[in-house]
Nanobody, 120 residues
Framework: VQLQASGGGLVQAGDSLRLSCAAS????????MGWFRQAPGKEREFVAT???????YYADSVKGRFTISRDNAKNTVYLQMNSLEPEDTAVYYC???????????????WGQGTLVTVSS
């Protein structure tokens, strides 16, 4: 599975942004898809994940502001980010894994990352 993330950019605090992650391969619908982020000088952290059955899980820091969704017909997973804060500034990565998990190490396939910068 190859993943291509897009949609990052420079926005102001309070703005919204939608990230997309397009996947190759015929088995996309079987994977748990996740979004992670890595801020400068920090470790990569979990943001959100959605299972093959469309169950979604979120980090506490983004709960209520971010929404993960998937379109299996388009082999794409999305991350709708609302009420963005400067603390959300990071490189955002999409990933695919074989089972329900929020742990970075359990995801097998990773996209290249897309930069989100939120100015105050």
């Amino acid at each position: 599975v190859q993943l291509q993330a897009s949609g990052g950019g420079l926005v102001q605090a309070g703005d919204s942004l939608r990230l997309s992650c397009a996947a190759s391969g015929r088995t996309f619908s079987r994977y748990t898809m996740g979004w992670f982020r890595q801020a400068p000088g920090k470790e990569r952290e979990f943001v959100a994940t959605i299972t093959s059955g469309n169950s979604a899980y979120y980090a506490d820091s983004v709960k209520g502001r971010f929404t993960i969704s998937r379109d299996n017909a388009k082999n794409t997973v999305y991350l709708q980010m609302n009420s963005l804060e400067p603390e959300d500034t990071a490189v955002y990565y999409c990933a695919a894994g074989p089972y329900i998990t929020t742990r970075t190490q359990d995801f097998i396939y990773w996209g290249q990352g897309t930069l989100v910068t939120v100015s105050s």
